[in-house]
């Protein structure tokens, strides 16, 4: 069993749509949630950053962290054509090492 | 402030060759990490270099190396290439201290392996 789960996709919506990605994970030390943004060959780009469980807004982007159920979930709201991409979830202890832990990867299409 | 830079963009090499990849982390980052980054994947972590020191490794064998030098930029190295090791490497850079920071990723090296 892969420590972070994440389904591929891919995934379709129309522009304006709100958009629910989510990753499920394995190992309770993970404390720190992130995630990236990639476009097509390019690097991965931060999103949303929290620590332990909670919401966190910014902008369009909503990123949620549910311990207790080792869930976590990024929303997009009124989504464009510009947030095509693949979206990254990625996780890590408080270990000194600071490596990240990554899912696969959601492809997203906006379609306008 | 200039963000994470690394070079070639491209490569291409036969297996059994040896490869060197760089990285510049962005201006005032101490700790630069390096992932593989399989087509339709996820990056997986290789190690992390932290004030010239290595600072944690995943699960890759010994012929991934790296360096980190004095102005924390870095250098990955593969040896005995094979044709696996076909991915996006990334470099990421980030502000180490009592607590690491968040990580700032370049736009990666391609290696193909042929």
């Known amino acids: 069993q892969k420590e972070v789960e994440q389904d591929p996709g891919p995934l379709s919506v129309p522009e304006g749509a709100i958009v629910s990605l989510n990753c499920t994970y394995s190992?309770?030390?993970?404390?720190?949630f992130m995630w990236y943004r990639q476009y097509s060959r390019k690097g991965p780009e931060l999103l949303m950053y929290?620590?332990?469980?909670g919401n966190k807004e910014d902008g369009r982007f909503t990123a949620q962290v549910d311990k207790s159920s080792k869930y976590i979930s990024l929303f997009i709201r009124d989504s464009q054509p510009s947030d095509s991409a693949t979206y990254l979830c990625?996780?890590?202890?408080?270990?000194?090492?600071?490596?990240?832990?990554f899912g696969t990867g959601t492809r997203l299409t906006v379609i306008p | 402030e200039t963000g994470v830079t690394q070079s070639p963009t491209h490569l291409i090499k036969t297996r059994g060759q040896q490869v060197t990849l760089r990285c510049s982390s962005q201006?005032?980052?101490?700790?630069v990490s390096w992932y593989q980054q399989a087509l339709g994947q996820g990056p997986q972590f290789i190690f992390q270099?932290?004030?010239?020191?290595?600072?944690g490794r995943g699960n890759f064998p010994p012929r991934f190396s790296g360096l980190q030098f004095p102005n924390y930029s870095s250098e990955l190295n593969v040896n005995a290439l094979e044709l696996d090791d076909s991915a996006l490497y990334l470099c990421?850079?980030?502000?180490?201290?009592?607590?690491?920071?968040?990580?700032?990723f370049g736009p990666g090296t391609r290696l193909l392996v042929l």
């Open positions: 990421a850079s980030s502000f180490g201290g009592l607590v690491q920071e968040t990580q700032y």
């Open positions: 929290t620590y332990s469980s």
């Open positions: 990625a996780m890590r202890d408080q270990t000194g090492a600071n490596n990240l832990f």
């Open positions: 201006s005032g980052h101490n700790t």
């Open positions: 190992n309770s030390a993970f404390q720190y």
């Open positions: 270099y932290y004030r010239e020191e290595e600072n």
